[in-house]
Structures are given as C-alpha cells and as structure tokens.
C-alpha cells in the first residue's frame, strides 16, 4: 500500500529506487549520505516525526527492530523511547497498511491490541534463527 517509506534505507537506497521504478511512490529515511533526490530524507528515523494515518507501508530490514532489541536486551537501555516510537510508527499507518520489519519483536507485539493489529511472524533460518514480522493496521 503506498505511501511506503523504508527506515534505514542505507546509503543506496536500493528499495526505494526499485519500488519508484515500478511506480509506486516510495521514500527512503536514513541519518547517511543518501541520493541527491527529493524522495529521500536525510536524518534520523528515532528523531523523524511519523504522521498519524499517513503511510500505507513502512519497511525497516534490520534497523529499526536491531536497535529496539539491543535496548531491550541492556539495563540501561531506553527501551522506553523505541516502545513509544514503535507505537508512533504503527500510529502513522493507514488503516489496511502494514509495517514490515526483521528481527520480529515478540516481547512487543504480544501486547498489540488484536482489535487494532494483527501480527504475522514467520521463522528466517539461516545461521541464527531469527523471525520477519508484519504488523498491519485494521482499526
């Protein structure tokens, strides 16, 4: 569903330039030296301000779910802050889009409101056992 933006695009933009190339409006966000064009904003997704009912997808491979459970996973992490982004993101979603993103949050997405989300994790197996997971919104 579009609007989709990719959080941690990386400095290619690899995603974005292949979903524009198909015609659906994409955007990359990432704090790198990213592509001189317009589709693409340059800062921080933790400081970047998701508007409420906006995106119809929102992509993150690796980034945004990484950072969330090294927080998780330290004493002194602000597990907090990413919990609230994570809500602000979910938030931004329009009703029927989804959010896409890997590792899976399961010590999160347990407490999703089954009335508002509904979460599909699938196993990844490789050398570390991880999940993919989407969450999209229905209410």
């Known amino acids: 569903m579009e609007p989709v933006i990719d959080i941690g695009c990386g400095k ?10 198909k015609g659906i409006a994409a955007f990359g966000l990432d704090r790198l030296n990213l592509p001189n064009d317009v589709f693409f904003i340059r800062g921080s997704w933790f400081e970047y301000n998701f508007e409420k009912d906006h995106w119809g997808s929102v992509i993150s491979n690796m980034g945004f779910a990484n950072h969330f459970v090294g ?4 004493k002194d992490g602000n597990y907090i ?3 609230e982004k994570y809500n602000e993101i979910l938030n931004a979603l ?8 890997a590792p899976g949050l399961p010590f999160i997405e347990q407490y999703l409101s089954k009335d508002r989300f509904v979460v599909d994790n699938e196993a990844i197996h490789g050398k570390i056992n991880l999940t993919r997971s989407i969450v ?4």
């Open 12 to 21: 290619s933009g690899r995603i974005v330039k292949y979903l524009r190339s």
């Open 81 to 83: 802050e990413y919990a």
């Open 71 to 74: 927080n998780h996973l330290r």
């Open 94 to 101: 329009k009703i029927g889009g989804s959010f896409y993103y």
């Open 136 to 139: 999209r919104k229905i209410k």
